[in-house]
């Protein structure tokens, strides 16, 4: 045996060596992103919100009510090797979105991102569910659905989307259609249609990542892909900026647990008798700060979480189940100690996020498959 | 030379029964002169290779580390001597070996396709891909041999191969998959997340390749063999695309020999 085993070593040596010499030169970059994008800080509400996904790439900068967007000079930094053009940095009038294409290093690949920047236009308080678009949720044809809201001051332009973990489910469901989804837009809502959110399996894809299960969600805020597999709690961003002062959470909702609640125990999902599921519905009330812009899976209930104001959220028997369409209306619990700056408040340092799921841990790919929650007529309630 | 006995015996068994005892006699004549010029070999080795594209592709841009595993093999040879001088011969053998290898490689926008289930996740992957291959196999090599020197001989020729057991898995780490194509969303893979693959069903079952080598004797009996086979088909179906380019087993056979 040792002697095989030197000849080994001799031979993998040379042959080590032989292939180093093999290897090619490095090839040039492919990718074209935007990687971050910047404006003065004085101008900002808060940090650019880049959306890269099949069918829209977009930069979204929100400006101070003071500001002139006629005449913008944002800058960008994209993939090293890449172009941009125009330049970063050039001066140009926002009052329409603007188009930035960014092309690859090796010139086979480009984008082309739309770059829009706007006052702040808060959100809307009623959430009835009925507008709905299908976008793509993968390059295989996949499809998913995605919820739009409006702006309160014009019915016709588009201020919030709803996010939730269909594009990540999207790698694993390859030309299946939105009703497949772990969060679809469902018939038979209390007025017209609602949101559904159904805890999925995952099937081999997700199990090859450790993944197993998929629970249903929407949410505020935003749904970061590339932290979808690294750092799952991390990859829900939840809130956007809030101008009003939360006092109640209510709207009708109706959820069934599925039949075996597992558990992720080593990249495997492990059945766990005699418990059920649960779904959760919350809101949340904070500061927004330089060091935590969003809330994550990681903190957006910690008790220790210094940046959270006031919380709203169903209680143990709400979440445990109801057969029919149920009426609830929770109010918003402050923590001690907070108080309310109105400068804050009206320069939209504040922000909420709300917070949907049908598998109260689906966060750590633990639930029952099959748990289905249904919500209609959301509403935040505000002084 | 017992088991030229043997063989006579056998094949005398086999004729014999055909014609009458002087035919027997020159049955066994002619068997004797017809199995004049046999030599047969038993060997034991050890292989060093792996399963690698050709040429490299420019997506791999570091091979991190090798392991090329224990693979042994064992077989036997059986050599005709064409000529009186024993210079020109025919080499028919059949060996039990196993192929294997590890690897780690660092890669650059590297396209894949993984099929499951009628679903494609595709796309590119730059990172980190570790790659197991392991192989068992029955080889028959059929080689024309030379001897070039008293103690040297040199053989070449072709081998088929059956695969018996085989195994191609692995899994991808540090680093981030561009979905669809190189504009497509990013998704990171960092710290402990990985993906997993196995693609042993998807393996050819028949290989076949050509072989050359040397074989020095050492001794009246012992023998030293040195041996490069070359796949010449993928290690793959021609039906699985996931990995886009053909992987050809290349493996180095060290070992010693018997000669009868």
Redesign the interface.
Known sequence: MKI?RL??VM??FF??VW??S??????L?????IVSASLPEELLVRPAEIV???DVHSVTFIVKNFVDVTALAPEFEITPGATIAPASGTVRDFSDPQEYTVT?EDGE???TYTVIAKHDDPIALKYSFENARVVPA???GGMCDEFVEFSPTDPNVPNMVWASGN?GFG??????GPETYPTFQADNGVVGRCAGLVTRST???GA???MPLAAGNLFIGKFD???????PLEATQFGTSFYYVPIGLRGYYRYAPGEKFMKLVDRKLVEVPGRIDECDIYAVFYERTADMEYLDGNNVLSDDNPNIIAVARLDEDQRKGAADWTHFDVEFKYRPDKSLDPEKLENGVYALAVVMTSSIEGAKFSGAIGSALFVDELEVVCL | MNIKRYIIGALAVAFGFVGATAQVDRSLAVIKAMLHGFEYEVYAGTNIGGASPLPLPAEIREINSYSPELNLQIGATVTKWMDVQKKWGLSLGVRLETKGMETKAAVKNYGMAIIQDGATVSGRWTGMVQTRYHSQQLVFPLTAVFKAHKRLKVHAGPYVAFAFSNDFDGYVYDGYLREGDPTGPKISFEGDSRANYDFGDNLRHFQWGMQGGVTWTAYKHLLVNANLAWGCNDIFESSFKTVTFNLYPIYLNVGFGYLF
């Open positions: 095989f000849m080994q031979t993998v042959s080590t292939l180093s093999c290897i090619e030169n490095e090839p970059n492919a990718e074209c992103d890269d996904r099949k690859s690949w480009s984008k993968n390059s295989q594009q790698l694993t469901n390859g030309k299946k099937g081999t894809f090859m990542v450790g892909m590339t932290n979808a597999v690294n750092k």
